[in-house]
């Protein structure tokens, strides 16, 4: 069987995976989306090939041969994209690291080149396989030379193969006379002239008749239609110039020798370390699997690792004595179906231990015998996702103390816009070695396996290499949160807030059934009264939930603007609504019957379906690694997100009240934190000195901004300064901000001129933000929180403001983000310090809430509002409105 060899047209393949894949970068910034799509296409070509050579070859800056016969030659392209272009040494990197061959040559393109060696390779008896984005290869195809054409889509990539005949067939010409089409109807990608009016369709057709362009001039007096017939005579020399500029060369004179081409084992160590580096985890997946000959085995991941299975009361026992010896150690809770099932535990440098629960050790004498190691606080503790260990010790009546690390927190800091932080993660980023994550061991939904039914040694592995991964892992961890200079905002914000959060779900927040089934019943009577309006103004029934049958009502019945039909039909998102409010009184009904619909699926519906049935209470979970600012986020039920704009989403908070009669709630909000936080960050002095003398910051800048005295500022000046106030935060440019005060975008700019005017330190904190942010890639917060914005330097105009935007604000939200966290600390462990019976219960952007006993009320006022003004020390005072009530509606 002859043997195959893979010619890869690196420019072109690269180019189309870059416009075919979302923009990507990794934790440092790096661009990665073209390297990335590259790599997709070459692995599933060689999966689907299995090619005994490979080479790839690049077009070099250098101009070519077709350069000195018509200097304009590709004249017309554009610049290479900013993103795109380090990642071609990058991808010249990946290549030699693999050990694939890369051919270049000044004066000839890659197409020449491959051109060359396929022909030779043709020669000698090889199926050529010729990969490009670029069908001018088309005119290279032969009975033995493939062209693959990847074509990058959202769901994957798909390949257009030809070989001569599929040429003949698919597009009626021979692979030469391709040639010829290319010339007549030239290329504007390319800038080959061509014939002007002569098309693709008129192209062909004469080269089907004619066979080449020689021919074609001829016999162009009886070439159809005139038009082309008389282009053709007086363009001749232009189209005999267009052939030259569109034949691939494939006499290029380059040396090669056949083995160097020749296809071994393309990972190893170094490409691995690429690989980690750019954090292609999906890569290093792939071939760990294929490593293992689809066998998972995951000591081949973790090799030179003592794990080792713990099945009985006397060999556990003196795991935990070594364990107490050993001074420190790892662990992770193993559940199923919300029931512990074991832990493992890894301690001494090389030790993995897994305990699992069985019918001669179960899982209540597991934990009785680890209690002491848990609770000890000489012992230091790492764990991942700590809080969620401690609510299950806590089931066993365990309590976690000294936990001195946990390694998902750690990481989460230090890059905080990943989207998951397992264990697989920390062995690729940290360790440098892959792991499998638990969707590959376990299998997902209903084929999920248990545990317990792997192969012990693949169980022990996969459970006690997990302890060993985050053991090993804390240690990097902690040398980068060093290097990054954010130990202060691990140690004295993150892992604190720990015990906060998990006191904070362990007590929850009780909830009014009653009231709740109360406020149900009244959303159902508002949503069918709703309904009934919608109808009579359409004039029928429809069903509204239905974007397709909406969009019917609203642009063909009704005739509304706007309405721009897909393939799906008509968009009736929001934002499209929102721009139709004055167009017709059916909106205003819609966007309503929307959010109540909202409220009760998310808050009536979903607030019953979370509440304890023994002590009806809700347990929100707090994630603390959520959000790329640092806020924190709260889920079943989310909390974060109650349309409190809207009457009733305000109501909702009836429902929720003190756990019983002797405790009532205090609500106390930062007034304004983010524009405090700007004042203090842009060292403007107006701002700083109107916080400090307690002025109405969004009066003084109507009065600055509209140039009107203080005192004759009236309320809607005042309104539209507090957008302008509030949106300059968030970066908001012109266009958005005459959407929102519904003004003509040339008022809009006049108001943010007017603003910089007036607080000019405000634009310059922006133009240095904006700055420091293309220079290093991310920008941080005044503690240290980071936040890498890959979009800052993007030469896509959308992209690089959205970066923009997103650089100016992150300081901001970040630091009020972190000043609240340090709040709830300080206030937690002054409450816990003086013993008090009072609890605080929820944190909601800038609010704290505390169920407060009525002994307590004057105590924890005083405790709350001085532990949040004195949260941090600004240029400007924190401010604290606080509010008590026998419910959360009543504390606002």
């Not at 309503?592 to 347990?619: C, M, P, S, W």
Request: aromatic content about 10%; glycine content about 6%.
């Amino acid at each position: 069987m002859s043997k195959k060899i893979m010619l890869v047209d690196g420019n072109s393949i690269i180019n189309r995976a870059f416009y075919g894949v979302p923009l990507l970068s990794n934790s440092e910034g790096i661009y990665t989306n073209g390297v990335y799509g590259f790599l997709n296409i070459l692995f599933k070509l060689l999966e689907e090939d299995q090619p005994d050579y490979i080479a790839v070859a690049f077009d070099l800056k250098a101009p070519t041969f077709r350069h000195e016969v018509f200097q304009e030659y590709k004249g017309n392209r554009k610049g290479m994209p900013e993103e795109l272009k380090p990642q071609i040494p990058l991808l010249k990197d990946i290549l030699d690291a693999m050990g694939i061959k890369r051919l270049e040559k000044e004066g000839y393109e890659a197409d020449d080149i491959l051109g060359t060696v396929a022909k030779r390779a043709e020669e000698q008896g090889m199926q050529p396989i010729i990969v490009s984005g670029d069908r001018d290869l088309l005119q290279l195809a032969t009975e033995q030379i493939k062209i693959r054409i990847p074509k990058t889509k959202k769901g994957g990539t798909e390949i257009e193969d030809y070989y001569a005949k599929d040429l003949i067939e698919k597009i009626g010409v021979t692979p030469l006379e391709y040639i010829d089409v290319k010339a007549l109807m030239g290329d504007s990608s390319d800038n080959i002239p061509g014939v002007p009016g002569i098309g693709e369709k008129t192209a062909i057709k004469i080269i089907q008749q004619y066979h080449n362009i020689e021919n074609a001039i001829a016999h162009a007096d009886e070439i159809k239609p005139s038009r082309a017939s008389e282009n053709l005579k007086t363009y001749q020399e232009q189209a005999r110039q267009s052939k030259f500029l569109a034949t691939i060369c494939t006499q290029v004179p380059i040396e090669f020798d056949w083995e160097q081409f020749k296809l071994d084992s393309i990972m190893n160590p170094r490409v691995c370390e690429i690989f980690k580096q750019l954090e292609f985890k999906s890569f290093l997946d792939r071939f760990s699997m294929l490593q293992e000959t689809n066998s998972v085995s995951m000591n081949t991941h973790l090799s030179e690792v003592l794990y080792r299975a713990v099945d009985s009361k006397e060999a556990f026992e003196k795991v935990v004595e070594e364990i107490f010896e050993a001074g420190k150690f790892s662990f992770i809770i193993f559940s199923e179906n919300h029931k512990p099932i074991g832990i493992s535990f890894c301690y001494a440098d090389t030790k993995g231990v897994w305990v699992g629960s069985s019918d001669e050790f179960s899982i209540e004498e597991i934990m009785a015998l680890a209690k002491p190691l848990f609770e000890s606080i000489e012992t230091e503790k790492i764990a991942h996702h700590a809080k969620n260990a401690m609510h299950i010790l806590k089931h066993f009546g365990i309590t976690l103390r000294n936990l001195v690390f946990d390694t998902m927190i750690g990481g989460y800091v230090l890059n905080p816009t990943k989207e998951t932080y397992e264990y697989d993660d920390l062995a690729q980023e940290f360790l440098g070695q892959t792991f499998p994550s638990e969707e590959e061991i376990l299998g997902k939904g209903k084929s999920k396996k248990s545990i317990m039914n792997l192969e012990e040694k693949d169980r022990t592995s996969f459970t006690a290499g997990q302890a060993y991964i985050i053991y090993h892992a804390e240690k990097q961890i902690k040398q980068k949160l060093k290097e990054n200079n954010q130990e202060q905002l691990y140690y004295e914000i993150e892992h604190p807030l720990i015990e906060v959060l998990f006191s904070m779900e362990e007590y929850g927040f009780k909830i009014d059934t009653q009231r709740l089934k109360e406020y149900v019943d009244e959303l159902e009577e508002k949503i069918e009264l709703l309904t009934k309006e919608i109808y009579e103004i359409a004039g029928e029934e429809f069903n509204i939930n239905s974007p397709k049958q909406l969009g019917v009502i609203l642009f063909e019945k009704l005739m509304l603007p706007m309405g721009k039909k897909t393939k799906t039909g008509y968009s009736t998102a929001a934002e499209v609504l929102e721009k139709l409010r004055a167009e017709h009184i059916i909106i205003e009904k819609i966007l309503e019957y929307r959010q109540l619909v909202k409220l009760k699926t998310t808050y009536g519906d979903g607030l019953f379906a979370v509440v304890n049935q023994e002590t009806q209470k809700i347990h929100s979970t707090f994630n603390q690694t959520i959000t790329a600012t640092g806020r924190i986020s709260s889920t079943e039920p989310n909390l974060q997100n109650i349309p409190i704009k809207l009457e009733m989403g305000r109501k909702i908070r009836k429902v929720f009240i003190p756990s019983d009669e002797e405790y009532l709630l205090l609500d106390a909000d930062y007034s304004q934190i983010e524009l405090r936080v700007l004042a203090h960050i842009a060292k403007d002095e107006t701002l700083i000195r109107a916080f400090r003398t307690g002025e109405d910051i969004h009066k003084l800048t109507a009065s600055q901004v509209f140039k009107v005295p203080l005192d004759e500022v009236t309320p809607r000046q005042r309104s539209n300064a507090k957008a302008v106030n509030f949106g300059i935060v968030y970066g908001i440019g012109a266009f958005s901000l005459s959407q929102d005060l519904n003004i003509s975008r040339k008022e809009a700019e006049a108001y943010i001129e007017g603003y910089f005017e007036k607080y000019p330190n405000v634009r310059k904190y922006m133009d240095e933000t904006i700055k420091q942010a293309r220079e290093l890639g991310y920008v941080t917060t005044l503690f240290g929180r980071r936040r890498v914005i890959p979009d800052i330097n993007s030469t896509n105009f959308a992209r690089r403001s959205f970066g923009e935007r997103v650089a100016m604000n992150t300081p901001i939200q970040g630091t009020a983000a972190d000043i609240i966290k340090i709040a709830m600390i300080k206030v937690f462990n002054k409450l816990k310090e003086k013993n008090l019976k009072s609890r605080l219960i929820l944190q909601v952007h800038d609010e704290l809430l505390i169920e407060v006993h009525k002994d307590e009320i004057e105590e924890v006022k005083q405790i709350l509002k001085y532990e949040m003004e004195h949260a941090v020390s600004l240029d400007v005072p924190l401010d604290v409105d606080m509010h008590l009530g026998k419910t959360w509606f009543d504390t606002k």
